[in-house]
């Protein structure tokens, strides 16, 4: 066989006439105004669909954000119309060199600690028991969500009824088993507990749900294989649950810490004094709650309270950042 013959051998060609113009392709007909829409509307409407969001954040998240920053730098009195002169740092110094500012700093991390961690740890013990197959189902997941979706105003009630220092039902039980009350408003690490009790009852059930939906898309040949495998309840939920809703993990993790962080409605309802300042001695003001304070104080309230908010968004960062790069230490340490 001639290797030489090319492919089209076999296929009639009809000659090029000499001095004869080839015939031009036919070209598709314009596009008329209802096919150009169609398409337009086809690219542009997914971005249309979303723009409200980003207007009404640009609004109400984005601008005051900014404005903040900018603020935080001058001194702007309570009944000026404009800021004032620039200050640079002396805000931030101010707000820094503040006791209470400190206080309120240690307050927030001991709440964030005693809630968030036992938050998400419990979540996941009861997600992974309504990953079983469970009686009514439903109504046990209704359930587990049933106190976040209560007023917060309610569950004010619900604990003052219990840590209220003189009738509180917990103060009863400890008389009653011959043990002396605790002062739940004045001490201070009763006071944390109390708050992360609060947070606990109210935001369990919504991290629950969360990994709950992680679990459930687990596939269940993992599950199978492991059982194969000699490996029981204990030892799936460590090889197989954990490491397959680790992106979910983390996405609560991080959720959680920026939520107790900057923490706000619970202390305020455990707050029993008229003044609402987190306690006499600022025992459980949180750095929501300094915010607050200081925007209503009578000295240069906007900007100091500025420069707070400011340097609380960049403790969030910094413990968001610390969690995020923890959790992918760990992940890739047990993957190897």
Known sequence: MNDNVPATVGVAEKPATPGVAPTPRPTAPPLTFRQRLDRWDLKASPYLYVLPFFLVFAIIGFFPMVFSG???????????????????????????????????????????????????????????????????????????????????????????SLFSDQTGLINDILNGIGLSPVQWHANRPASWLAIATMVNWRWTGYNTLILLAAMVAVPRNLYEAASIDGAGKIRQFFSVTLPSIRPTMLFVIITSTIGGLHIFTEPRLFDTNLQHQGGADYQYQTLTMYVFNTANSATDPYPRAAAAAWLLFLIIVVFALANYLITRAVQRRSSI
């Not at 992974?128 to 109504?139: C, F, I, T, V």
């Open 70 to 160: 900018y603020l935080s730098f001058f001194s702007w009195p309570r009944f000026s119309a404009s800021p004032g002169k620039a200050v640079g740092f002396a805000n931030y110094a101010h707000v820094l060199g503040d006791p209470v500012f400190l206080k309120a700093l240690v307050n927030t991390i001991a709440i964030f600690l005693l809630s968030s961690v036992s938050q998400i740890i419990v979540a996941t013990i009861i997600a992974a028991l309504l990953d079983n197959n469970l009686r009514a189902k439903s109504w046990w997941r209704i359930g587990v969500i049933l106190p976040f979706v209560v007023a917060p105003a309610a569950t004010a009630l619900i604990f003052g």
